[in-house]
């Protein structure tokens, strides 16, 4: 996406994914039950995209969205004003968390809140206490693919399309021997060469992405050897 854009369901390459986004856009219709949703897979694969587009729908409608993940510090205060419940990457969460993630899916289910989360694993998997683990798996529990190959590359070429860029075959070869279809990173990426090549006035070459890995590689996401 493009760089300060909000994810939404438009924007995401569905590729094998595309009954998940089909039930996520089902679950925004007016009157839809408030049926919990949980999506689990590997990192990379959508899920935070998924939920951010899901919540931008619910705002659009004017409604409230309360967010939580692990970088969150406590406490987690649930609103009875809230549209939508998000618990992203669960796995991740601390003792104190997971109490304050089981509060919060009890007041948004009083509430009849829909409740949208994430995490790497299935629910019955998580590492959590089994409250919480229990309710996650409450709803729809729907696994989130990696795309294929040919898909990445759809996907960094219609982001480079809305971003004004012209991607060569030999950069998204480049990207992709790196980040394989793992797409968070892979957009990542993309968007920091964008700005690279707009401080250095130079079209993306590899050439460009080599140097731009070279000189961010003390962050611990671009390390590598050429």
Not at 35 to 50: D, F, R, S, V
Not at 62 to 87: I, K, M, N, R, Y
Not at 101 to 120: D, H, K, P
Request: net charge negative.
């Amino acid at each position: 996406m493009a760089s300060g854009s909000v994810p939404t369901f438009d924007t995401f390459v569905a590729g094998p994914n595309a009954m998940v986004l089909t039930q996520l856009r089902s679950a925004c219709e007016p009157g839809a039950p408030t049926t919990p949703l949980y999506l689990w897979g590997n990192q990379g694969t959508g899920k935070t995209h998924l939920l951010r587009a899901l919540a931008h729908e619910v705002q659009r409608r004017g409604e409230l969205v309360g967010w939580f993940d692990a970088t969150q510090p406590l406490p987690w205060v649930h609103d009875d004003t809230w549209g939508l419940l998000v618990l992203d990457g669960c796995e991740a969460y601390d003792a104190p968390q997971q109490h304050a993630a089981f509060t919060l899916f009890v007041g948004a289910t009083t509430q009849a809140t829909l409740i949208a989360a994430s995490g790497r694993l299935p629910p019955v998997d998580l590492p959590l206490r089994e409250d919480l683990r229990s309710r996650l798996g409450w709803g729809h529990v729907m696994a989130v693919q990696a795309l294929s190959e040919a898909e990445s590359r759809a996907a960094l070429r219609r982001e480079a399309d809305q971003r004004g860029l012209f991607l060569s075959d030999e950069v998204i070869d480049h990207l992709l021997h790196r980040y394989a279809r793992d797409l968070k990173y892979l957009m990542t990426q993309l968007a920091q060469l964008d700005e690279f090549a707009m401080v250095h006035k130079r079209a993306i070459t590899v050439p460009l992405l080599k140097q731009m890995l070279a000189e961010t590689s003390d962050d611990g996401l671009t390390r590598a050897l050429f």
